[in-house]
C-alpha cells in the first residue's frame, strides 16, 4: 500500500511518486484526487517535462512532455497527440485523513 500526502496540494497541483516500483502521478481537481501511472501510452515514458509539472500551459488538460499529447485530467483519455483516444492508466485509489491511498497489486 502507498500512502501520499495531498492535502497540501493547490487546485491543480501534481506530484509525482512511486506505487509497487512504477512511477505514478496525482493531479487535485476540484476537491479530487486523481492517480495514474506515469506512463505516456505512446512510447511509454515519464510525461512530466519537469518534476511535479504534469498539467499544459492552460492548466486544463495533462500534457506529455515528449510530443505533446493531451489528456483529460479527470479520465486520462487523451484527446490530442499520436496516442488520441488511447488512456492513462488509472489507479485505484481513496482518499483517507489527507492522504491518497492506493492498494498494492499483490494486496
Ligand atoms: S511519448 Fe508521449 S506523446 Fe509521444
Redesign the pocket.
Known amino acids: 500500500m502507498t500512502r501520499i500526502t495531498i492535502a497540501d496540494l493547490p487546485d491543480l497541483g501534481c506530484r509525482s511518486f512511486v506505487h509497487d516500483g512504477e512511477p505514478c502521478f496525482v493531479v487535485m481537481k476540484d476537491g479530487q484526487a486523481y492517480a495514474y501511472k506515469n506512463s ?1 501510452p ?2 511509454g ?1 515519464e ?1 512530466e517535462w519537469e518534476d511535479g509539472k504534469f498539467l499544459d500551459f492552460e492548466g486544463v488538460l495533462i500534457q ?1 512532455a ?4 493531451l489528456f483529460l485530467i479527470e479520465s486520462g483519455e487523451c484527446v490530442s ?3 488520441l483516444g488511447q488512456s492513462l492508466q488509472a489507479l485505484e485509489a481513496r482518499v483517507d485523513n489527507g492522504q491518497l491511498v492506493i492498494a498494492s497489486d499483490a494486496g
Open positions: 505516456c505512446h512510447l515514458v510525461l506529455c515528449m510530443h505533446g499529447a497527440g499520436p496516442c
